[in-house]
């Protein structure tokens, strides 16, 4: 079955710092992959999406490249800052069968230091 | 516009308890989605609603968990004889439409707590 694999946090940078968060999965088909951030005390906002192979998705300085060839969804920032701090997910959503959910990632909690 | 919203944001019952949580999609999203954040076993799905029907209930964890929508809007899931296990943060979430490419926005969640 469809499935999505982060790396194991917490992540704890300097501000200023360059971020990369991993993320892999294993799906049939085409899916379309997102990441959505959690910020403390919040709910789950949607960062960034890419529906296709070589899409770039990105938002708020965040990048993430849909790469087919290495089954990745690596989520990048160039110089975080401590409003980054929050719980990072990978997703992707393989609406198979015509059944459409995503299937998420376990988290991976980022801090970020002044 | 408004957002998911759901309610209780809290909710607290003895074990054994009827639960009905609800959730409030945003308006027009034909598309609606119930999922499960607990500690051990992470972001879960649950079930998916497209209009009133429910075409994915495969991620409901027993009979004792059941869903409806009315309207095209409005969605209720209840937790017959709740059990601690059932202690977790429900989410709701909608999308304009069905399709792998359309995001999900989801509520704040209601916390619930089993004693």
């Known amino acids: 079955g469809n499935s999505v694999t982060q790396m194991e946090g917490p992540v704890t940078l300097s501000e200023e710092a360059f971020l990369t968060i991993n993320c892999t999965y294993t799906?049939?088909?085409?899916?379309?992959l997102f990441w959505y951030v959690q910020y403390p005390g919040e709910g789950l906002q949607l960062l960034l999406k890419?529906?296709?192979?070589?899409d770039k998705g990105s938002n708020k300085g965040f990048e993430a490249t849909y790469r087919k060839e290495t089954t990745s969804f690596h989520l990048e920032k160039g110089s975080v800052q401590v409003s980054d701090s929050a719980v990072y997910f990978c997703?992707?959503?393989?609406?198979?069968?015509?059944?459409?959910?995503?299937?998420f990632g376990a988290g991976t909690r980022l801090a970020v230091h002044p | 516009g408004a957002g998911v919203s759901q309610s209780p944001s809290n909710k607290v019952t003895e074990k054994g308890k009827d639960v009905e949580l609800r959730c409030d999609p945003i308006?027009?999203?034909?598309?609606l989605y119930w999922y499960r954040q607990s500690l051990g076993q992470g972001l879960e799905f649950l079930i998916y609603?497209?209009?009133?029907?429910?075409?994915?209930k495969s991620g409901l964890p027993s009979d004792r968990f059941s869903a409806e929508r009315t309207g095209g809007s409005v969605s209720t899931l209840t937790i017959q004889r709740t059990q601690q296990e059932d202690s977790a943060v429900y989410l709701c979430?909608?999308?304009?439409?069905?399709?792998?490419?359309?995001?999900?926005?989801f509520g704040d969640g209601t916390r619930l707590s089993i004693l």
């Open positions: 890419a529906t296709k192979a070589n």
């Open positions: 979430a909608s999308s304009p439409g069905g399709g792998r490419d359309q995001p999900q926005h």
């Open positions: 308006s027009g999203h034909t598309a």
């Open positions: 609603f497209q209009g009133n029907s429910a075409p994915d």
């Open positions: 799906a049939t088909g085409y899916p379309s």
């Open positions: 997703a992707l959503n393989g609406f198979s069968g015509g059944y459409n959910k995503l299937i």
